[in-house]
Nanobody, 121 residues
Framework: QVHLVESGGGSVQAGGSLRLSCKAS????????MGWFIQTPGKGREGIAD???????SYADSVKGRFTISRDNAKNTLYLQMDSLKPEDTAMYYC???????????????WGQGTQVTVSP
């Protein structure tokens, strides 16, 4: 059974940094696609970063140049390094995993429970 558990969220001032982690069990991040999504009240989940099994990464325009997705295959962990945070980055952050290459589709099979990120002005 696959479990994804996010951690690392919290409150930070604008311009600050946070690193989110997504620990996977029953799943090998290095073999499949994983992504980070955000969700704010009243809106659907939106993909912001993903990494394929071959290491290819992609980013939404809103985070390009500020966020970095990576993974540690030995630790079965996905990361999202977030720098130069803005108040508009405030959201619940979710990681997702699937054997297919889905980029920013919300059709990922496995999801974590989410971790809240709040950026104050």
């Amino acid at each position: 059974q696959v479990h994804l558990v996010e951690s690392g969220g919290g409150s930070v001032q604008a311009g600050g940094s946070l690193r989110l982690s997504c620990k996977a069990s029953g799943y090998k991040p290095g073999e499949h696609s994983m992504g980070w999504f955000i969700q704010t009240p009243g809106k659907g989940r939106e993909g912001i970063a993903d990494i394929d099994g071959d290491g290819t990464t992609s980013y939404a325009d809103s985070v390009k140049g500020r966020f970095t997705i990576s993974r540690d295959n030995a630790k079965n962990t996905l990361y999202l390094q977030m720098d130069s945070l803005k108040p508009e980055d405030t959201a619940m952050y979710y990681c997702a995993a699937d054997s297919r290459v889905l980029a920013f589709s919300t059709e990922y099979r496995y999801w974590g429970q989410g971790t809240q990120v709040t950026v104050s002005p």
